[in-house]
């Protein structure tokens, strides 16, 4: 929506399961995450990822940061007998 800092910085378990990261940043175990990428916030940049991937964004230091978020789940017709 606008040029800002606060990047949105993504990360790779260390150890344990992609499932069970909340419970990690829960219990302030950041030692089991590594940095795998960080993203500046841009005028009409459009980021999709799995949001099961750990992740967060970071306090911008110069103005406001303002995104748009949506969250998209895939469904699948379940097979029915008619």
């Known amino acids: 929506v606008n040029d800002s800092d606060g990047d949105t910085k993504f990360y790779n378990l260390d150890s344990g399961n992609i499932i069970s990261w909340m ?3 829960k ?3 950041y030692e089991r995450f590594s940095e795998i990428k960080s993203v500046i916030p841009k ?6 990822f799995n949001g099961l991937i750990p992740h967060h964004s ?4 110069n103005g406001d940061r303002y995104v ?4 998209t789940v895939i469904k699948t017709n379940p097979t029915s007998a008619i």
């Open 68 to 71: 748009i978020n949506f969250n």
């Open 23 to 25: 419970n990690y940043v």
């Open 58 to 61: 970071t306090y911008p230091q």
């Open 27 to 29: 219990d302030g175990e």
């Open 43 to 48: 005028k009409g940049k459009v980021v999709v």
